[in-house]
């Protein structure tokens, strides 16, 4: 199936530790975000990469690192992870196009991530 | 922060319309409507979208009005699988690919 798929689903860790979530998109859409959903289910921009270039890059800690290997990939490594960082993570992807508007952006499941 | 208003639940009985309200009494000339949906526990999910023609397609219509500060979603058959968090988002037109959501309307449909 065409999607963008996250891996894994659901994460739970402990205060201190590294972890990363992985993101795939198989639609060649040349954009990919991640967004988080807290508890409130406030969902808002953290990243985004366009051809592998981060372009956004909202107030985030530096313990948030996105790497994306290729157009196809996004991936997320959190270092020291923190109680507040518990929340839903989505990715999502869309085709830009020589700076054409990309009307839609498609999301990933979400991972949702549980600091104890 | 979001530039948009939406009352925050709806009711509607299933197989009616829905019509979910947005203001965005600050909308400029270079920015869309886009309206997105969450349905409990997955991604938000596209519906449509419009500049100030109204718009229609398999999933809603959107009405805009003449002035652009507000538009309606239209749902015009509404089931079960409608429950959920919809989203009005404005855009520019050029510029950061980024969605700002606000709170949303979360609408329930009732049998």
Not at chain 1, 9 to 30: A, F, P, R, W
Not at chain 2, 6 to 12: E, G, I, T, V
Not at chain 2, 85 to 97: D, K, T, W
């Amino acid at each position: 199936d065409t999607a963008v798929s996250q891996t894994p689903k659901y994460l739970v860790t402990q205060m201190g530790n590294d972890k990363s979530i992985k993101c795939e998109q198989n639609l060649g859409h040349d954009t990919m975000y991640w967004y988080k959903q807290d508890s409130k289910k406030f969902l808002k921009i953290m990243f985004s990469y366009n051809n592998k270039e981060l372009i956004i890059n909202e107030t985030v800690p530096n313990r948030f690192s996105p790497k994306s290997p290729d157009k196809a990939h996004l991936n997320l490594h959190i270092n020291s992870l923190e109680l507040g960082d518990s929340a839903v993570y989505f990715c999502a992807s869309s085709l830009t196009s020589g700076g054409t508007l990309s009307h839609e952006q498609y999301f990933g499941p979400g991972t949702r991530l549980t600091v104890t | 922060d979001a530039k948009t208003t939406q009352p925050p639940s709806m009711d509607c009985a299933e197989g009616r319309a829905a019509n979910l309200p947005c203001n965005h009494s600050t909308i400029s000339g270079n920015e869309y409507v886009y309206w997105y949906r969450q349905i409990h526990s997955q991604g938000p999910q596209y519906i449509i979208h419009g500049l100030k023609n109204n718009e229609t397609n398999e999933m809603a219509s959107l009405i805009i009005t003449e002035d652009r500060k507000s538009s309606t979603l239209i749902l015009p058959h509404a089931t079960l699988r409608d429950t959920a968090v919809y989203y009005c988002i404005v855009r520019p037109i050029q510029g950061a690919q980024k969605l700002v959501f606000g709170q949303g309307t979360r609408l329930t449909i009732n049998p």
